[in-house]
């Protein structure tokens, strides 16, 4: 008589890949008016940009950290000093930071462009991506750690999101007739409750914001956000909740908000 088989072994429990965060920082900003790049241009004396890499390396998850530079050679050239210095905790204002890998790529015209760019420099051990705007410069670590939490528990999407403070109106599509500054005709008013402002870091399983970069095609002005290109495929996306301090430095107001919440923390107000 044959001895038995022995039972089938299960596969070994594969190793979970390592989390990175992409932070797109190729906009010229704008809103904000003239001058340096808005990622470069600085709170405390300290460019925006190095203020979000920090954020993310600070993160417990956060391994990998890739910057998507204004395309000019000289602004990635500048953009990889600054980093690697911010990375190495070389004593600028806001402390150190832990070492975490750096890579710096060009970006392209669109946020949508930028963020692709940066998805292709990932390497083949990173499963979670973290997208993280250059221009969201204070969002608190706890923040990123529970958007990488949620992604590493199962949800494929997962955005920080904060309810409104003002009620929104919905607008009949411009017409090309109509002048700057005339006046505008309501069509709707959503129920203030059920909507929520969006934030960055959006996190995500790296196979499906992989999908989603592959098969949204660019259109126009390019996705507003990750997330949303995720909802195109139909995938769920979860939203937990964000910050207050994680705002987007978008118009001059911002910047003076952004300078009084850092000199906050750091004990000057
Ligand atoms: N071609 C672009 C456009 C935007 N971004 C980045 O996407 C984030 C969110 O964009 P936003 O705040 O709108 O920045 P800007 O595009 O720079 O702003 P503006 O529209 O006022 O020019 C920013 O970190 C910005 O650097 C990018 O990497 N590449
Ligand atoms: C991704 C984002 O920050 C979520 O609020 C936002 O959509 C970026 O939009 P912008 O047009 O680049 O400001």
Do not use: W
């Not at 904000?32 to 790049?37: D, H, I, T, Y």
């Not at 060009?106 to 499963?127: F, H, I, K, M």
């Amino acid at each position: 008589m044959s001895d038995p088989q022995p039972d089938p072994q299960p596969d070994p429990p594969t190793a979970p890949g390592r989390t990175a965060a992409v932070i797109p920082a190729a906009g010229r900003g704008v809103r904000l008016g003239p001058g340096a790049p808005k990622a470069l241009r600085t709170l405390g004396g300290v460019p925006m940009l190095v203020h979000a890499v920090r954020a993310m390396a600070r993160a417990r998850a956060v391994s990998l950290v890739v910057v998507v530079a204004p395309p000019e050679e000289e602004a990635v050239a500048e953009v990889r000093a600054l980093c690697a210095q911010a990375l190495g905790g070389a004593g600028t204002a806001g402390g150190t930071a832990p070492g975490a890998e750096l890579l710096v790529v060009p970006g392209g015209g669109t946020r949508q462009e930028s963020v692709a760019r940066g998805l292709a420099a990932l390497p083949a051990d990173v499963d979670v991506v973290l997208v993280h705007d250059a221009a969201r410069p204070l969002v608190p670590v706890a923040t990123v750690d529970a958007v990488a939490a949620a992604v590493r528990a199962g949800a494929p999407a997962v955005v920080p999101a904060l309810p409104l403070a003002d009620t929104v109106k919905q607008i009949a599509p411009r017409t090309g007739a109509q002048e700057d500054g005339a006046p505008e005709p309501v069509v709707a008013t959503p129920e203030r409750a059920l909507l929520r402002a969006v934030q960055t870091p959006q996190g995500f399983d790296r196979a499906v914001l992989a999908a989603a970069h592959e098969k949204i095609a660019l259109a126009g002005e390019g996705a507003t956000d990750d997330a949303g290109m995720v909802e195109r495929l139909g995938l769920p996306v979860v939203l937990v909740p964000g910050h207050e301090e994680a705002f987007k430095v978008t118009r001059p107001l911002d910047l003076v908000l952004a300078e009084a919440v850092l000199a906050r923390r750091e004990g000057q107000l």
